[in-house]
T-cell receptor
Framework: KAGVTQTPRYLIKTRGQQVTLSCSPI?????VSWYQQTPGQGLQFLFE???????NKGNFPGRFSGRQFSNSRSEMNVSTLELGDSALYLC???????????FGSGTRLTVV | DQQVKQNSPSLSVQEGRISILNCDYT??????FLWYKKYPAEGPTFLIS?????DKNEDGRFTVFLNKSAKHLSLHIVPSQPGDSAVYFC???????????FGSGTKLNVKP
């Protein structure tokens, strides 16, 4: 079966712009979570969506937002980009009640 | 393809004893490994990491061992505490966060 698909793979934006990243989970997976991966901070949790509702949220400013659609696909939006937002953004999906997480390959965002 | 595998979905140990969580990988290009812990309804939190130039890294009760020839790493928790009960993920990085792979997780239950 197809894995978790994240688009685009690479993105370059300038400070002050906004960006939208997309994540398509494995078919049948209803939970999608987003993470920011930086060399210094490791993996940091952004938020988790389940059945179109945000279930959990990490400690990120309001510039980071997301949503989930009825087909479980999720988008993450970052507004007013800052240089420090440069990172690899990962999403992961899993089935309800299952601890197995499948991660996408990530979107590498570079803010210049 | 699953390049990072945690073959034990669950592990149960008695409080005060040692917990050993295992992780195998297939890609010899991985040069950095991490362990994460996840409590229910929360995102994963970083626990400990190890570079491929080392074979052991210790942080308090947590020690990670890396056996490059066997492509195997393990996390030792000594002594185990009930608060350690969580899902533990190992992850591997190849290059400068260019590729990132997570295992599917092992649920640890530490019994009082």
């Amino acid at each position: 079966k197809a894995g978790v698909t994240q688009t685009p793979r690479y993105l370059i934006k300038t400070r002050g712009q906004q960006v939208t990243l997309s994540c398509s989970p494995i078919s049948g997976h209803r939970s999608v979570s987003w993470y920011q991966q930086t060399p210094g901070q490791g993996l940091q949790f952004l938020f988790e969506y389940f059945s179109e509702t945000q279930r959990n949220k990490g400690n990120f400013p309001g510039r980071f937002s997301g949503r989930q659609f009825s087909n479980s696909r999720s988008e993450m939006n970052v507004s007013t980009l800052e240089l420090g937002d440069s990172a690899l953004y990962l999403c992961a999906s899993n089935q309800a009640g299952n601890y197995g997480y499948t991660f996408g390959s990530g979107t590498r965002l570079t803010v210049v | 393809d699953q390049q990072v595998k945690q073959n034990s979905p669950s592990l149960s140990v008695q409080e005060g004893r040692i917990s050993i969580l295992n992780c195998d990988y297939t890609n010899s290009m991985f040069d950095y490994f991490l362990w994460y812990k996840k409590y229910p309804a929360e995102g994963p939190t970083f626990l400990i990491s190890i570079s491929s130039i080392k074979d052991k890294n210790e942080d308090g009760r947590f020690t990670v061992f890396l056996n490059k020839s066997a492509k195997h790493l393990s996390l030792h928790i000594v002594p185990s505490q009930p608060g350690d009960s969580a899902v533990y993920f190992c992850a591997a990085l190849a290059g400068y966060f260019n590729k990132f792979y997570f295992g599917s997780g092992t649920k640890l239950n530490v019994k009082p």
